[in-house]
């Protein structure tokens, strides 16, 4: 059982930046592709960006791309959001998950339920 946990949230003006960390359990971790997800209250949670195993494939939501980054160390069991030109409507709960997803890039990334363990999640507010 792989545990997730997540830091680094907090409040951040409209167009500064935010790094969100997710830490894991296991060294399993480093055989895990991993994701960040997000969710607002009243919205379904949607995946803002993912990472393969061992770090080569990348995907990002459209509404992120170019100002978001997906990273891992596996050496630290962990995975990184750097979050640039960050807006109000990034404002959610960030969430980080695991899971050994099958198939071809991007689509592999994008099927929810794929994804087994899931953190607690850390709030990220953007003030307009």
């Known amino acids: 059982q792989v545990q997730l946990v997540e830091s680094g949230g907090g409040l951040v003006q409209s167009g500064g930046s935010l790094r969100v960390s997710c830490a894991a359990s296991?060294?399993?971790?480093?055989?895990?592709?991993m994701g960040w997800f997000r969710q607002t209250p009243g919205k379904e949670r949607e995946i803002v960006a993912a990472i393969n195993w061992s770090g080569d494939s990348l995907y990002y939501a459209d509404s992120v791309k170019g100002r978001f980054t997906i990273s891992r160390d596996n050496a630290k069991n962990t995975v990184y959001l750097h979050m640039n030109s960050l807006k109000p409507e990034d404002t959610a709960v960030y969430y980080c998950a695991g899971g050994r997803l099958t198939g071809s890039a991007p689509t592999r990334y994008l099927d929810i339920g794929d994804y087994i363990y899931w953190g607690q999640g850390t709030h990220v507010t953007v003030s307009s």
């Open positions: 296991e060294r399993t971790f480093s055989t895990y592709d």
